[in-house]
């Protein structure tokens, strides 16, 4: 199994968690520590939080969300928005159990035309990264990376560039890269996102089945792709 490579090799270094522009450009758009509360570091796209409640996470406090009622809602799409625009979420989470299907961590929080990441649980007990874009009012899904293992409680770095050119992704778990996946071919934008959320698909209820359950930690938005350097850079970020 994949996820037996999984394995932490964290090095030391200085504080960066409460620092936005980590990678020393300007490319870090929002920053979300989830420290007691759902601000971004940035103050440009603060988030207002419901049945979320703050737990000891990977960098001091993380979110913990229930798995139904549990989201982070921001009321404006981050910008610059994702219609023809590569970017880059970046963000530790633990899951607390899954039943089967897949369960998203951080994304647009739109009817239109939203992106959508989090993780897929098959009845063979394979987590992989799942990918969800909707396009002219069809949904495609995509789980195309390698089975990786996600024990309980136990925090993971996930990291996702998104290509707008050429609709692929790349996908790094714990600064381990898995590989570059192709979603869709077809062209055209990806947004138009009103807001975006952390931990639900969708603010409506009925859509509550693909809720996180498990804690969510310092998620961060790049309006680029980043490197593998720059991936690595961010999994050995050091609490301040």
């Not at 939080?49 to 913990?64: I, L, N, P, R």
């Amino acid at each position: 199994m994949f996820g037996k490579r999984l394995i932490n090799t964290k090095q030391g270094g200085g504080c960066t968690t409460d620092t936005l522009q980590i990678l020393g450009d300007t490319s870090c758009v929002a920053t979300y520590r989830l420290n007691g509360d759902a601000t971004d570091l940035s103050g440009n796209y603060n988030g207002t939080a419901t049945s979320v409640t703050y737990v000891t996470g990977q960098f001091g406090d993380a979110g913990s969300f229930n798995g139904s009622s549990s989201k982070i809602v921001v009321q404006s799409p981050i910008s610059p928005s994702t219609d023809t625009t590569n970017f880059n979420y970046s963000f530790w989470l633990s899951t607390a159990g899954f039943g089967s299907g897949s369960q998203f961590v951080v994304g647009e929080n739109d009817n239109g035309a939203p992106i959508w990441i989090g993780i897929y649980y098959d009845s063979t007990n394979n987590y992989t990264l799942s990918f969800l874009r909707r396009y002219g009012g069809t949904y495609y899904i995509f789980n195309r990376s390698d089975a990786f293992e996600l024990t309980p409680d136990v925090f993971y770095h996930i990291s996702l560039n998104y290509y707008y050119s050429n609709k692929t992704f790349d996908v790094y778990v714990n600064g381990i890269f898995l590989g570059n996946y192709t979603t869709d071919g077809t062209t055209g934008p990806e947004s138009s996102s009103t807001e975006e959320a952390i931990g639900q698909y969708n603010t409506n209820p009925s859509y509550s089945y693909l809720s996180w359950n498990g804690k969510i930690d310092q998620i961060r938005r790049f309006d680029r792709a980043i490197t593998a350097e720059e991936v690595t850079t961010l999994y050995n970020e050091v609490a301040c």
